[in-house]
């Protein structure tokens, strides 16, 4: 469950969201359409504790958004539209980080079906234009559900 009410977030005198108001119950799906600047990916940093509001309260899965951010980002999985990657890591060093961070949950369960013959490469050292690539693939299963064997837009749609 996602509460959101009178989210606003101001950046001086520009308002990049305004008193938005909106819940998404347990099973539903939710998407933000909209132009560029209409406070999509400002709403998403929002929610995700990646950066603060200007007013308003938002809770998910019943956790205040500002007042237990840990909480939150331990229920959810957000892969922003460029994953952030470290050039500097193998994709095997890279997995096993972000599996760390899971609490060390297993690199299968974070990648399943991950070709471990392109684990040596650096991550970031073939960036994909135009559509999603390998690092963003990478960055999209190791954000995904572990638990969840079928995803929305399952790894054939990569």
Do not use: C
Request: proline letters at 9%; zero cysteines.
């Amino acid at each position: 469950m996602i509460e959101v009410r009178g989210l606003t977030k101001r950046y001086r005198d520009r308002i990049a969201v305004d008193h938005l108001t909106f819940a998404v119950n347990e099973g539903e799906i939710l998407g933000f359409l909209g132009p560029n600047g209409a406070g999509k990916t400002t709403t998403m940093k929002i929610l995700t504790g990646s950066l603060p509001a200007s007013e308003g309260s938002a809770k998910i899965a019943g956790y205040d958004v500002f007042e237990a951010p840990l909480e939150i980002k331990r229920r959810i999985g957000y892969l922003p539209e460029f994953p952030p990657l470290y050039p500097e890591m193998t994709v095997a060093a890279y997995l096993r980080f972000v599996a760390t961070l899971k609490g060390g949950a297993s690199i299968a369960g974070l990648a399943p079906g991950f070709d471990s013959g392109r684990a040596d490469r650096r991550v970031g050292s073939n960036p994909a234009r135009g559509s999603p690539g390998p690092d963003q693939e990478l960055g999209w299963q190791t954000h995904r559900d572990p638990l969840d064997p079928h995803p929305a837009g399952g790894d054939d749609d990569l």
